[in-house]
T-cell receptor, first 111, second 111 residues
Framework: DAKTTQPPSMDCAEGRAANLPCNHS???????VYWYRQIHSQGPQYIIH???NNETNEMASLIITEDRKSSTLILPHATLRDTAVYYC????????????FGTGTRLKVLA | NAGVTQTPKFQVLKTGQSMTLQCAQD?????MYWYRQDPGMGLRLIYY???????DKGEVPNGYNVSRLNKREFSLRLESAAPSQTSVYFC??????????FGPGTRLTVT
């Protein structure tokens, strides 16, 4: 699985969009980009995933660059409850059950 | 629908003691996983079970054994606990290679 690089921490004002970047320059054509978050010490929570098209669900949007070497997770209107560690993971969706979690980005939403 | 449950929530062991961490899921998922998370680190996969009756090693399997008791339950055993196994342990489940759902974690301290 390709390696990812994320900034260790970010701040965002409450109500503003939080844009969390992820670099995955060695991603292969059959690897998906997944995002999870971990609030405080709870178990990680799935947010969204995509292959090459932009994706949106009720929690967030995922923007993947055309060359697929980087992506951005967007929380459109961040709230204090979005304060968490966000993990970007790339993995092949078939034939493997393994995720490799890095150290993620610690997002702090400020009141 | 409780999702993924783990017992116990907290445990303190002395070096050399043994214990079993229990995990159960009620989502009828085929695949289950055990991770550990050390302070300030991402999650690392210990073992996983792609389907009932199968188990495979992850990144850090040494010192652990697992049992997939049935489709619902996946246990993790420490035969002779060591201080290096002090960690938070998370169980997760998924439908094949789809997104994973995590339990609340077990906080284990080995003295």
């Amino acid at each position: 699985d390709a390696k990812t690089t994320q900034p260790p921490s970010m701040d965002c004002a409450e109500g503003r969009a939080a844009n969390l970047p992820c670099n995955h320059s060695t991603i292969s054509g059959n690897e998906y980009v997944y995002w999870y978050r971990q609030i405080h010490s709870q178990g990680p929570q799935y947010i969204i995933h995509g292959l090459k098209n932009n994706e949106t669900n009720e929690m967030a949007s995922l923007i993947i660059t055309e060359d697929r070497k980087s992506s951005t997770l967007i929380l459109p209107h961040a709230t204090l409850r979005d304060t968490a560690v966000y993990y970007c993971i790339v993995r092949v969706i078939s034939g493997t059950y393994k995720y490799i979690f890095g150290t993620g980005t610690r997002l702090k939403v400020l009141a | 629908n409780a999702g993924v449950t783990q017992t116990p929530k907290f445990q303190v062991l002395k070096t050399g003691q043994s214990m079993t961490l229990q995990c159960a899921q009620d989502m009828n998922h085929n695949s289950m996983y055990w991770y550990r998370q050390d302070p300030g680190m991402g999650l690392r996969l210990i073992y996983y079970s792609a389907s009932e009756g199968t188990t495979d090693k992850g990144e850090v399997p040494n010192g652990y054994n697992v049992s997939r008791l049935n489709k619902r339950e996946f246990s993790l055993r420490l035969e002779s606990a060591a201080p290096s196994q002090t960690s938070v342990y998370f169980c997760a489940s998924s439908e094949a290679v789809d997104e994973q759902y995590f339990g609340p974690g077990t906080r284990l301290t080995v003295t």
